[in-house]
């Protein structure tokens, strides 16, 4: 019954002022009426925070990452502040976030440097995830975890697309690859979503470039942002490995 939000302070934010760059909490607000209820501030350490993406657990605990810094945070039931939980150097732009079925693993995409995760029952240990060498996961925003796959929403490649890559059993690996949308007309950085059922409800398109860093737009007006819907069960698999093969073929046959 409640709604929970991020919010912090960038240049790009219409209003931001430079003392409050870098502050950054989640808040708590009743669903039905809409009140607000609480905020859950991250603790000033002189380094610029920017909570972005987030996931629920099934006992409210919540998982969000720091877009500013390479840092994870949760937030338990009944706590009084977000707090570090993983934090890991080589990351450099944490974006989307996904929690297990088991809720002992997380993983999160880097905007530059792929798909990670992280074993909560082992202290956070972390591994990229591994995927065949002809797959780039670069650029990714929305990260969700849908049965046995990760649904990712990429705009930082072209063309820009939403993946469905299916984990092995271990879910360590992917195992199939499926495009579920790619360079559609209404597709200018799509972001983020959400999962109701078989389908993933979307933001199309984003004013993050059509701004600049004093959250002016640089072409106004700016356009509408469309919500688009897509079946992510719908789209077929390639097995990893076979596209490997069906080259190989398609080189034979050239020979």
């Known amino acids: 019954g409640h709604l929970w939000a991020v919010t912090g302070s960038i240049g790009q934010y219409r ?125 990714i925003d929305g990260l969700y975890f849908w049965r046995d796959s990760l649904i990712a929403i990429q705009n930082g490649v072209t063309p820009q697309r939403i993946l469905r890559l299916k984990l092995d059993d271990s879910g360590t690996r992917v195992a199939e690859v499926a495009t579920v949308a790619k360079a559609l007309p209404e597709f200018d950085n799509p972001t983020y979503g959400t999962l109701e059922g078989d389908d993933l409800l979307f933001f199309a398109s984003s004013h993050w470039h059509q701004v600049d860093r004093a959250g002016r737009a640089v072409s106004p007006p700016l356009p509408p942002v469309p919500v688009m819907r897509a079946a992510v069960d719908q789209a077929a698999g390639i097995v990893v490995g076979e596209e490997i093969l069906e080259q190989l073929k398609r080189q034979s046959d050239q020979q």
């Open 15 to 139: 209003g931001s002022r430079q003392a409050e760059f870098g502050r950054t909490a989640l808040l708590k607000f009743d669903l039905e009426t809409g009140k607000f209820l609480d905020e859950y501030r991250v603790l000033g350490d002189g380094v610029p925070h920017l909570l972005g993406a987030m996931v629920m657990a099934e006992d409210g605990t919540i998982y969000a990452n720091d877009t500013m810094s390479p840092v994870i945070y949760r937030l338990a039931p009944g706590a009084d502040r977000p707090r570090p939980i993983i934090a890991h150097p080589a990351l450099t732009g944490l974006r989307g976030i996904a929690l297990s079925p088991d809720e002992q693993r997380i993983y999160v995409a880097d905007y530059d440097l792929g798909i990670f995760f992280f074993d909560l029952a082992q202290d956070g240990a972390g591994f990229a995830l591994g995927i065949p060498e002809t797959l780039n996961l670069g650029g």
